[in-house]
């Protein structure tokens, strides 16, 4: 089976407090999902993460739940953006890094 070419993004809106949900491409990297925001800071998808950085992601069948944040590392986001080029041709934007919440 192959890997999916989507993953299903659920933020909690910045202003209204309710569920929104995104189809974005992904990249894994080191144990995290990366994804990219064309619009950067402007993109609603990341005013939500910043206002509140709890999310919830499907791939595939699976749904996670986790934290998102946006990396400064220069090499973790030239890494990753290696790895949206090799993948989707495309990484122009905001890298916006998605970690699964630990197991208790």
Do not use: F
Request: charged share 25%; net charge neutral.
């Amino acid at each position: 089976m192959s890997e999916p070419k989507y993953l299903y993004l659920t933020t909690t809106g910045h202003r209204s407090g309710k569920p929104h949900e995104i189809e974005i491409w992904y990249v894994e990297h080191g144990g995290c999902h990366y994804l990219i925001s064309e619009k950067r800071e402007a993109a609603h998808w990341v005013r939500n993460i910043r206002a509140n950085a709890a999310i919830t992601y499907r791939l595939g069948e699976t749904t996670l739940t986790g934290r998102a944040c946006v990396p400064t590392d220069p090499d973790l986001i030239a890494a990753v953006k290696a790895k949206m080029d090799a993948k989707h041709g495309w990484s122009n934007g905001l890298v916006v890094q998605l970690c699964r919440a630990e197991e208790t």
